[in-house]
């Protein structure tokens, strides 16, 4: 009957069939962003469930963001439309804690009794622990980079082999691209959607968000103010037109943007829609303070969710697998995203070479020592505090606010929304 299983296993991945028919155990698994994480999810079910053939793996509609996926998430828990294991932003993972919604995996961890020699440094899964809990397992992380269009770098007096290392250089260089006339813009700094890319400029500033305590707003201190006033420079001074997330990226990969800043997990599908067009290269992101600057890590955590025991098992072995040095093997090549798994990063099994053969993604990995946590706002307003961010950046960029101005609304608004303790 085992053999007889394995067979008809491989017989149907064989045919294109995602699922046994045979499954004993079905999980039903939530992820964010379909447009970077589709088709690895496809990947990593197809060959987990070649694996584990007595395991389907059921994706339920995903969700377009982190913050939409959260929301979503915490809508459904303790109702029967909750999935069994989700995948959420790593600055989203506080939330479930403080409301128990996830499952702690540290008796997992302990019943396992060797993560460190599966890739599951003690740092790694730090990535995903908040206080005591060790709420899931990174699953793809990532750290914003500096993309740019060497041909129009070269265009305006710039060595493509030499890319800017401080933000003036930068922001000089985007005004020059921005002379060149023909529709060219100089920089587009992905600041829409979150509070990840401010927290780039902060915490390369060294600031923080909160004061140790966290009952106090501490991104307006002078860190915060320089981070708005960059982002003010780089409209005035390095030709960064207001852009939506989506014209950003058409714009990019059109040729018409000099300098992109956002995620390495962009990284596959920038190369992908680029193409042949212009000479794509990238760099790392330039720090307001080289000594103590630091960067956020982006990306997201797999998280139990199932209060099934019987299903608890199969969701371990699945949070596992995905978030191992296999999965990690297809994440990094698939987006862009650095590993988040050890064990991947040194074996020649699974990513020793693959950096040698793909310069591009070597910014991302050469800044994995800058690496702090993404930044979870405590209590029930994340998403709002969040977006408070967000909308007052928006004021600078759109010149109706000054930076002054614009830090000091979101800094009154984000300490009311905080918890009153």
Known sequence: MHFLRKTIAAAAIATGLCVPAFAETTLNVHYPMPGFFKDVMDVISRKFMEENPDIRINFVSPSATYEEGIQTIMRQ??????????????????????????????????????????????????????????????????????????????????????????????????GKIKALGNGNDGIDFRWQGDD????????????TMLSPDEKKVAFNGPEGKAAVELVSRMVKEGGMPVFTKQAGEQAFVAGKVGFAFQTTGALRNTIKNVGDKFDLRTAQIPLLDPEK??????????????????????????????????????????????????????????????????????????????????????GTNGVKVTQTIVDNLSRVVEQSATPDEALADAADEVQRLLPRR
């Open 293 to 378: 600057g630091r960067l956020p890590t982006g990306g997201n955590a797999v998280v139990i969710l199932t209060r099934d025991t019987a299903k608890q098992d199969a969701a371990w072995k699945f949070a596992k697998f995905a978030a191992g040095p296999y999965g990690a093997s297809v994440v990094v090549p698939g987006t862009g995203y650095v590993p988040n798994n050890e064990l991947a990063a040194k074996s020649d099994e699974y990513l020793a070479d693959f950096y040698e053969k793909n310069p591009l993604f070597k910014a991302g990995l050469s800044q994995m020592n800058l690496m702090i946590p993404w930044y979870a706002f405590p």
């Open 77 to 174: 828990a303790g109702t029967s439309e909750s999935p069994d294991i989700t995948f959420i932003g790593l600055n989203r993972l506080r939330m479930l804690a403080e409301r128990n919604v996830n499952v702690d995996l540290k008796p997992f961890i302990t019943r396992d009794g060797n993560m460190a020699e599966q890739g599951f440094s003690d740092h790694i899964l730090r990535l995903a622990r908040v206080g005591d809990q060790q709420v899931g397992l990174a699953f793809a992380t990532s750290n914003p980079i500096m993309y740019y269009n060497a041909d129009l770098v070269r265009a305006a007096g710039g060595d493509p082999d030499q890319p800017p290392k401080t933000w003036d250089e930068v922001i000089a260089l985007g």
């Open 196 to 207: 990840w890319m401010f927290s780039a400029l902060l915490f390369g500033a060294g600031g």
